[in-house]
């Protein structure tokens, strides 16, 4: 689990075209506002503002897991992560989780948070597994659907940024 290589922005962008494309979670304005942010493009543009913007899981034939967050006023939105279907299931998810928490202090953050569809249980499950903490449930919210929002202070909750003074 590194940070995306120059020469994979293609199959990266390749990769979440068809890992969020097919899923059921989403209704079509959704789906169609989630593919239109994320091209070859788009990544090298997150990576230019930030290293760890997309880490990338490989195995022999390429990229087959990835994770784009972004820094936001001392906090790491994580915007997605996913593995692709044929890898599932072998702990990548978790990986890069794990991963992501290692950034955090080259970044100058100290929690990390996300949102996921209510029913989307794989997800709901491996965030659990690493530490998030569900913190609301947002009804009717981005394009009419139900979202949970999720929080995860991997060192803890208090930080240098955080401690009382
Ligand atoms: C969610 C997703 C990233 C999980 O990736 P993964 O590589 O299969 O996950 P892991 O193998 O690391 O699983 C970690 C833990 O999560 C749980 N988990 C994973 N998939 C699960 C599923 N389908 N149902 C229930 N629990 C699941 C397991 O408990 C697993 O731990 P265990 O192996 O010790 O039992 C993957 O299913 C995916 O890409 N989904 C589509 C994209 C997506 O929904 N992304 C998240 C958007 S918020």
């Known amino acids: 689990m590194t940070p995306i290589a120059h020469h994979e922005f293609d199959a990266v962008a390749t990769l979440m075209r068809d890992t969020i494309g097919p899923l059921g979670y989403y209704n079509e304005p959704a789906r169609r506002a989630e593919l239109a942010k994320y091209s070859a493009e788009s990544l090298r543009a997150l990576v230019a503002g930030d290293p760890h913007a997309v880490l990338v899981a490989r ?7 990835f994770c784009v967050s972004r820094f936001d006023d001392a906090t790491i939105w994580l915007s997605w992560f996913g593995t692709a279907a044929h890898a599932r299931g072998r702990g990548i998810g978790a990986a890069l989780l794990a991963a992501l928490a290692v950034t955090l202090p080259a970044r100058h953050a100290h929690k990390i948070w996300c949102d996921s569809r209510t029913d989307n249980t ?6 659990e597994q690493a530490g998030f903490r569900c913190i609301a449930t947002l009804t009717n919210h981005w394009y009419e659907q139900d979202y949970l929002l999720w929080e995860w202070f991997p060192n803890g909750p208090t930080s240098p940024l955080t401690a009382p003074r």
């Open 59 to 65: 195995d022999s034939d390429g990229p087959v897991g």
């Open 122 to 127: 794989a997800s709901r499950s491996v965030l």
